[in-house]
T-cell receptor, first 113, second 113 residues
Framework: AAGVIQSPRHLIKEKRETATLKCYPIPRHDTVYWYQQGPGQDPQFLISFYEKMQSDKGSIPDRFSAQQFSDYHSELNMSSLELGDSALYFC????????????FGQGTRLTVV | AQTVTQSQPEMSVQEAETVTLSCTYDTSENNYYLFWYKQPPSRQMILVIRQEAYKQQNATENRFSVNFQKAAKSFSLKISDSQLGDTAMYFCAFMNQGGKLIFGQGTELSVKP
């Protein structure tokens, strides 16, 4: 069965650069969630989208923005990167009418140097 | 606001024995879902077991079972016949009506031969 696809799997950026992370949800899933997991930390909710509209917002810095496109894939744009942005970024998807479980991608490991 | 607390940062168990991981949560909602996720060294987030709050019966999944005490807001995970492959970080998580997951701090489980 198709799973949530995240790209790239690994990304190395320098401070003050920009990064774009992509998430392709499971087919027919209409909701996407982004989480940030720092080293030794639990995942923290950043932002979510339902039917291309932002549905909830967590602890997402103003330097970050995200959107969901017509094909339901989502992109997380991160600007003016800081060393503290180094983390594993997870995307998860669900279908709102069957919102009983979140399916996770394998994550993008971002390293800022 | 919902919170999830795992009070055991680390635990160890001998292979083939049973171990219980604790989790408590706080919410004013009546309908919600609770999850245990496993995160092995690969850092992939793997669903172990799910519990619907409206169900009194404890969920079971092969060697994994939960003790769900809704009034006490407690949701512990029992792993029977522990295997070396069970070594991982385990996160307890609460899903609210909007589908957002709130994670506990995690419990690092080591299964020793």
């Amino acid at each position: 069965a198709a799973g949530v696809i995240q790209s790239p799997r690994h990304l190395i950026k320098e401070k003050r650069e920009t990064a774009t992370l992509k998430c392709y949800p499971i087919p027919r899933h209409d909701t996407v969630y982004w989480y940030q997991q720092g080293p030794g930390q639990d995942p923290q909710f950043l932002i979510s989208f339902y039917e291309k509209m932002q549905s909830d917002k967590g602890s997402i810095p103003d330097r970050f923005s995200a959107q969901q496109f017509s094909d339901y894939h989502s992109e997380l744009n991160m600007s003016s990167l800081e060393l503290g942005d180094s983390a594993l970024y997870f995307c998860a998807s669900t279908r709102q009418t069957m919102n009983t479980e979140a399916f996770f991608g394998q994550g993008t490991r971002l390293t800022v140097v | 606001a919902q919170t999830v607390t795992q009070s055991q940062p680390e635990m160890s168990v001998q292979e083939a024995e049973t171990v219980t991981l604790s989790c408590t949560y706080d919410t004013s909602e009546n309908n919600y879902y609770l999850f245990w996720y496993k995160q092995p060294p690969s850092r992939q987030m793997i669903l172990v077991i799910r519990q619907e709050a409206y169900k009194q019966q404890n969920a079971t999944e092969n060697r994994f079972s939960v003790n769900f005490q809704k009034a006490a807001k407690s949701f512990s995970l029992k792993i029977s016949d522990s295997q070396l492959g069970d070594t991982a970080m385990y996160f307890c998580a609460f899903m609210n009506q909007g589908g957002k997951l709130i994670f506990g701090q995690g419990t690092e489980l080591s299964v020793k031969p």
